[in-house]
């Protein structure tokens, strides 16, 4: 119904996605004590049966140290090695995304992260865009980003993503797309799963990494290729009100890509009060045309794809 790949790595190998399954009693399912990665590739254009993967090495660096958080032992080499058995297993034709999960996989009760059994799987499906890429309507959420001290936010930690459920249910329930979370400090930290950018007198400003934000793969290749076209990048604290003069909104992620925010309204503000909408960013389709698209597969940056090429000598059979 998903469109998944026919093809899963679990327990230890390649196996058909039917017949991976977990018992109910599954640790994680209970404690959200599992960390995700989500990647996306899509076919290269240049070589059929090839697949050109967005930052490969760096999801593969942030699932491992995720599962170090949990306790776990998962390198960034044997996650590229189950990938590439994935997408050899599974010869994808379209754009795809794949979402590797490590997860306490014992069956006993008590929240613990030590003498435990860890274990890892990967499965795939076929997503084009996950938000509008026209631009999406967002609200200020009532609900805050944690704070590193409660968890690890450097990682993509599962538990932890009943606060993004939280308020993207809160959005799309009161008319919109998307939310934006404040932090702790009151700050604006990021979107249910995006990091966020706004730009003002020309120059971009995001929250920066001591913020509670989650360090996007995305946000860093933005800032990266912004800084070397020549704009001004600044990692910083971001009030609330600046999001409401800004000139664009727009946010990151490997889902959502680049996404421009056409409009954005302060949950519980008056009426009277201004709210804001994207004419601005509206008005300069070949700038921000420019950075979507330059999210995966850019040409003139060919150290952030990575090539899987599958062999005809697979074996995808348990
Ligand atoms: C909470 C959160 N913030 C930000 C992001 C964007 O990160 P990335 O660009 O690495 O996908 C994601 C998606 O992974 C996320 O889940």
Redesign the pocket.
């Known amino acids: 119904m998903h469109g998944f790949l026919p093809y899963v790595w679990f327990e230890g190998k390649c196996r058909p996605f039917a017949e991976a399954k977990l018992s109910i009693a599954t640790h994680a399912l209970h404690y959200g004590t599992a960390a995700f990665?989500?990647l996306r590739a899509i076919p290269d254009p240049s070589g059929p049966d090839r697949m050109l993967f967005f930052?490969l090495d760096?999801?593969a660096r942030?699932l491992s140290q995720s599962a170090g958080f949990l306790n776990a032992s998962l390198s960034s080499e044997e996650i590229v090695a189950a990938v590439d058995a994935v997408i050899k297993a599974n010869r994808p034709r379209a754009p795809i995304y794949l979402r590797p999960l490590v997860y306490t996989s014992d069956l006993g009760i008590a929240p613990r992260l030590h003498s435990i059994e860890t274990d890892f799987l990967i499965y795939g499906l076929e997503l084009g865009d996950y938000l509008s890429p026209e631009g999406v309507s967002c609200r200020f959420s009532s609900w805050t980003?944690q704070e590193d001290r409660s968890l690890p936010?450097r990682g993509?930690i599962s538990g932890?993503?009943i606060t993004?459920s939280l308020a993207k249910t809160e959005a799309v329930k009161s008319g919109f797309d998307e939310a934006i979370l404040m932090n702790s400090q009151g700050k604006v930290c990021?979107?249910?799963?995006?990091?966020i950018f706004i730009v003002r007198d020309g120059v971009l400003h995001t929250p920066g990494v001591n913020q509670d934000?989650?360090?996007?793969?995305?946000?860093?290749?933005v800032i990266t290729m912004a800084r070397s076209m020549g704009y001004e990048v600044v990692e910083r604290a971001v009030d609330k009100t600046e999001l409401l003069l800004a000139e664009e909104v727009f946010l990151?992620?490997?889902?959502?890509r680049i996404t421009p925010v056409a409009a954005l309204k302060p949950r519980n503000w008056p009426a009277s009060a201004p709210s804001w909408s994207g004419s601005a960013t509206a008005s300069r389709p070949s700038r921000k045309g420019g950075t979507r698209n330059s999210a995966i597969g850019s040409r003139g940056f060919p150290r952030v794809v990575r090539n899987i090429k599958p062999t005809a000598s697979m074996n995808h059979g348990p």
């Open positions: 990665g989500g930052r760096r999801h942030r980003r936010l993509k932890a993503y993004s990021e979107a249910s799963g995006m990091n934000i989650l360090e996007g793969i995305t946000r860093l290749s990151t992620g490997t889902a959502a």
